[in-house]
Nanobody
Framework: VHLVESGGGAVQAGGSLRLSCGAS????????VGWFRQAPGKERDEVAH???????WYADSVKGRFTISRDNAKNTLYLQMSELITDDTGVYYC???????????????WGQGTQVTVSS
């Protein structure tokens, strides 16, 4: 199983980034997939997820600014991030689990993370 994130980088506040997560080794289309982030000195928090039926969930802090999507034909998960703020800085991880939920994701598959740095 592999989950590989890409697309992170440094951006100024107000800018945009699109993260990608390529998956292999499991039936991607059947899994709930999500994005988490860990800010310096803080715990890892869930940002958004998308179930296998397309149902989405977003953390309040990113609603209206971030959009999660998936391309099952390409086994790829995306996170379009707009109107970035400095609090969005952190390492972003993608995760996959047969079902959605914090406990389920903790026991699922994880990528290695990609750094996003938003400067003021």
């Amino acid at each position: 199983v592999h989950l590989v994130e890409s697309g992170g980088g440094a951006v100024q506040a107000g800018g945009s980034l699109r993260l990608s997560c390529g998956a292999s080794g499991f039936p991607f289309e059947e899994y709930c997939v999500g994005w988490f982030r860990q800010a310096p000195g803080k715990e890892r928090d869930e940002v958004a997820h998308m179930d296998d039926d397309g149902t989405t969930w977003y953390a309040d802090s990113v609603k209206g600014r971030f959009t999660i999507s998936r391309d099952n034909a390409k086994n790829t998960l995306y996170l379009q991030m707009s109107e970035l703020i400095t609090d969005d800085t952190g390492v972003y991880y993608c995760a996959a689990s047969p079902i959605c939920g914090t406990v389920a994701f903790a026991q699922g598959y994880w990528g290695q993370g990609t750094q996003v740095t938003v400067s003021s």
